[in-house]
Nanobody, 128 residues
């Protein structure tokens, strides 16, 4: 399996910055896309940013220009630099990793697709 552990959350004021980190272990060679999601009580978990194995990035409109995601070449870590934080950014942020369907070992271990792993989350609280 793949274990994902987030870190870096905390309490900050509006306008501050935080850098979230996600450390991956286990079958990291089986990871294709990775992403950051966030969730607040009463709302659905939403995609914040995603990074493909090829380095392509996607950002939710509300964080474009403020957040920057990155990952290492070995797929063992991912980070999210969060600038100009707003109170509405307050949420629990989760690291997500999708299992590749192209590697034979990964396909044998995890099946034909759709398998993904989640971290436990790290809380970000932005005060006004």
């Amino acid at each position: 399996q793949v274990l994902l552990v987030e870190s870096g959350g905390g309490l900050v004021q509006a306008g501050d910055s935080l850098r979230l980190s996600c450390a991956a272990s286990g079958d990291t060679n089986c990871i294709s896309d990775m992403a950051w999601y966030r969730q607040t009580p009463g709302r659905e978990r939403e995609l914040v940013a995603s990074i493909t194995s090829g380095g392509s990035t996607y950002y939710q409109d509300s964080v474009k220009g403020r957040f920057t995601g990155s990952r290492d070449n070995a797929r063992t870590s991912m980070s999210l630099l969060m600038n100009s934080l707003k109170p509405e950014d307050t949420a629990t942020y989760y690291c997500n990793a999708v299992i590749t369907t192209s590697d034979p070992f990964c396909a044998a271990q995890y099946g034909g697709g759709g398998m993904e792993f989640w971290g436990r989350g790290t809380l970000v609280t932005v005060s006004s």
